[in-house]
C-alpha cells in the first residue's frame, strides 16, 4: 500500500486550543489534535494486482495518561466527514449508572475550517440497531441517530458492514460507516468512522 494525504483544511485543535478534559479526576484528559479532511491518492496492492485508488482521510493525534474515570465503562466516538464539506466529531462517556455523563463533547469544523464547539446538551444519540457479535457474543450499537438541533442536524449513520470488531489485547468495535441525514432541512450525505469502546 503506498498513499499520499494532502491536507485540505488547516490543522483542527479539539477541546479547549487542543487540550481534551475527559472528567475531573486528575491527569484523565488528553491532548487532541486532527487534521479532518485530507485528499488521498494512492494504490493497494493484492498479491500480483494493483488497485488506484482516490479518497478523503481523517487524521487524528492524541495522547493522554489516562482516559476513564471510575465512574465511566467505556466510551463510542464519532468522526464523520459531510457532503457540504463540514465534519463532526463527537465523543459520548457510558457511565455505570446510565445517567448522561457532561464530559460528552465535540465540534463541527465548518467548510471555511472554523470551529463550533459541541457539549453533552447539544448533540442527542439515539441507538436504532444492534448487532452480536458471532466471535465475542458481544452486542454492540449497530446504528444511530444524531440530533443536534442548534445547528440543523439529523444524521443517520450505519456501519458498511457490521463485523468491523478488532480483537485483540482487548475487544472493540471500529469501522467504517455512512451517513446520510438533513442539515438545516437540506440533504446531506458522508462518510466517517466510529469507535466503540467498554461493551461486553
Known sequence: MSLLLEPDKKIALQGLDGFSQKNAQAGNASYYYSYTRMTTTGSIQVKQQRFDMTGSSWMDREWSSASLSTEQVGWDWFALQL?????????????????????????????????????????????????????????????????????????????????????????????????????????VSGQGYVELTGYQ
Open 83 to 187: 457532503s457540504d464539506h463540514s465534519e463532526l466529531m463527537f465523543y459520548r462517556f457510558r457511565r455505570k449508572d446510565g445517567k448522561q455523563d457532561h464530559n460528552n463533547a465535540g465540534a463541527i469544523f465548518n467548510a471555511d475550517g472554523s470551529k463550533i464547539s459541541l457539549t453533552f446538551s447539544d448533540v442527542a444519540i439515539k441507538v436504532m440497531e444492534h448487532w452480536k457479535s458471532p466471535h465475542t457474543q458481544i452486542s454492540y450499537p449497530a446504528k444511530w441517530h444524531l440530533s443536534i438541533p442548534g445547528r440543523g442536524l439529523e444524521l443517520d449513520v450505519i456501519p458498511l458492514i457490521n463485523d468491523q470488531e478488532l480483537r485483540v489485547r482487548y475487544q472493540y468495535w471500529e469501522g467504517a460507516v455512512s451517513v446520510n441525514g438533513q442539515k438545516y432541512d437540506q440533504d
